[in-house]
């Protein structure tokens, strides 16, 4: 277990200072609202021209563009699971995005990384269980792989600040 590596903050994550940071889109990867919106208008039309190109992501996966405008160099979309209920697969599909997320960013070189709280807005996740599954998905990660790499659990809301803040102490 690593703690030191891992971060929380109350921010928008478009203003981010990390070398990635990561969108929580949709399967077909051409912006939409919330966070995704978010990013797209802050990182300028480019980023909607190189998403074009992806020809979209599955649910629990992720892919990387450039992150153009923003002060990050990259941009990671990953697709989180809409919640059902909870036993269509869930808990592993999100532990999916930060998992792909976490390692395409490595590949990359990245040595600090923003996610935003997946799945936890218009897809209806429930805010705690999502953010269990994330720090889960997170040690997991660093319990096998050497990478260093900093990662921030940005939080937009109080509510979900409180439950990681809970979560994480
Ligand atoms: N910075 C950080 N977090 C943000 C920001 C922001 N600027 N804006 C919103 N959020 C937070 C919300 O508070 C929420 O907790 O992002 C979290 C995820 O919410 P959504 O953006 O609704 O994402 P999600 O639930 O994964 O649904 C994905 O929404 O519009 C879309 O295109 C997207 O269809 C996809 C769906």
Not at 25 to 53: F, P, Y
Not at 71 to 91: C, F, K, L, M
Not at 134 to 161: G, H, L, R, T
Request: with cysteine; charged share 20%.
């Amino acid at each position: 277990m690593e703690l030191s590596n891992i971060h929380l903050v109350k921010a928008d994550i478009t203003r981010m200072e990390v070398d990635a940071i990561v969108n929580a889109a949709n399967r077909i990867l051409l912006g939409g609202g919330g966070v995704d919106g978010a990013i797209h208008r802050a990182a300028g039309k480019e980023l909607l021209e190189e998403c074009k190109t992806l020809e979209g992501c599955e649910t629990g996966l992720a892919k990387i563009t450039k992150g153009y405008k923003l002060p990050a160099s990259y941009v990671i979309h990953t697709v989180g699971p809409v919640w059902r209920g909870g036993n269509n697969n869930e808990d592993e599909l999100l532990k999916g995005c930060y998992t792909t997320s976490l390692q395409l960013a490595v590949e990359h070189g990245c040595q600090s990384i923003a996610f935003p709280n997946i799945s936890t807005g218009v897809y209806r996740f429930p805010k705690r269980r999502a953010a269990y599954q994330a720090i889960e998905a997170v040690m997991q990660f660093f319990n096998n792989s050497k990478s260093p790499i900093e990662v921030y659990f940005v939080c937009f809301d109080e509510e979900n600040y409180r439950i990681y803040h809970e979560l994480l102490n």
